[in-house]
Nanobody, 120 residues
Framework: QVQLVESGGGLVQAGGSLRLSCAASGRFFDVHDMGWYRQAPGKQRELVASITSGSDTNYADSVKGRFIISRDNAKNTEYLQMNSLKPEDTAVYYC??????????????WGQGTQVTVSS
């Protein structure tokens, strides 16, 4: 059974920083692309940042220059360093990973979600 376990959310004042982590565990071949999504109340889930297995990154315009996505392939873990946080960053953050199994196409897995609240 593959699981993505997130940690690192919480309450922070505007201008502050938080670091999210997401670790993949279970039996699989390796982890392909990974990403972070967020969903604010009443809004659709949106992509925040993504990182390929080769560490190429992509960011939503709203977080460029403030957030940094990274990964540690040896630990099957991805991170999201969030700096200069704004109240509009308040949302539940979900990690996503494409998990590869032998002789099968990659499958999408999601973390349980972690709440990030930025106070003004």
């Amino acid at each position: 059974q593959v699981q993505l376990v997130e940690s690192g959310g919480g309450l922070v004042q505007a201008g502050g920083s938080l670091r999210l982590s997401c670790a993949a565990s279970g039996r699989f071949f390796d982890v392909h692309d990974m990403g972070w999504y967020r969903q604010a109340p009443g809004k659709q889930r949106e992509l925040v940042a993504s990182i390929t297995s080769g560490s190429d990154t992509n960011y939503a315009d709203s977080v460029k220059g403030r957030f940094i996505i990274s990964r540690d392939n040896a630990k099957n873990t991805e991170y999201l360093q969030m700096n200069s946080l704004k109240p509009e960053d308040t949302a539940v953050y979900y990690c996503n990973a494409q998990i590869r199994f032998p002789f099968l196409p990659p499958r999408d897995y999601w973390g349980q979600g972690t709440q990030v609240t930025v106070s003004s």
